[in-house]
């Protein structure tokens, strides 16, 4: 039996308020005055989530498997009001799927993807804001780029009339010290930056780790579990 929508409403306003203290108390802490973007990742959430969060003032979510995202947006209720960034790892052969309705994909990370993204939004006239993921394992096959191949990679995004490239994207390693990764990160960002200097984004950060991203610059933090809960345990 699914609970009322309005005590959902309350839970995702609470989940919310909280991570909206620690992200303040974080840029406090890092000296910072600017607030980076906060993207609630709702992978795992029903569509009815997208409507409480853009009712509680949320105007970006995260996907990260194209099928469900697909579903999902096409039911959001204020879909011109919500920016749904495709933060997953993305196979070549559901590009052009995620071309049509994303309106930034975190995760580009091979020329394979870049060729595939560019040639779907050809098609459709579009145009679509993306980052470089960057590994910080050092283990490929996860998703993203090897740190050494980002600039490369970004030059390939900067000669597409198609896509727009704003900066860059990654996951702090399981067992790896996140403030550690997220300052290679930001090295990483600033090469990128001296190929297209307008490539100011950092997408880094995720409800267990946020505090570390935002002393590393993070521009946007990807927040899913500390603001939804797990589906798991939710009736
Ligand atoms: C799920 C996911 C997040 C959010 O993770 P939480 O721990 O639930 O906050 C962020 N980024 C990516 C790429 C994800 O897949």
Redesign the pocket.
Known sequence: MTRPESARRAEIAAGLAETRDRIENACRAAGRSDIPTLIV?T?NQPASDIDHLRALGVGDI?E?RDQEAAAKVAQIAARHEVTVHF??QLQTNKAASVAGYADVV??VDRPRLVRALAAALQRLHRRLDVLIQVDLSGSPGRGGVDPRQADDLAELVVASDFLRLRGVMA?APLGVDPDAAFARLAGVADGIRRVAPEATWISAG???DLEAAVRHGATHL?????ILGSRAHRG
């Open positions: 990742v992978k995260g990260n933060i997953g975190h995760s996951v995720m409800s267990g990807r927040v899913g579990t500390a």
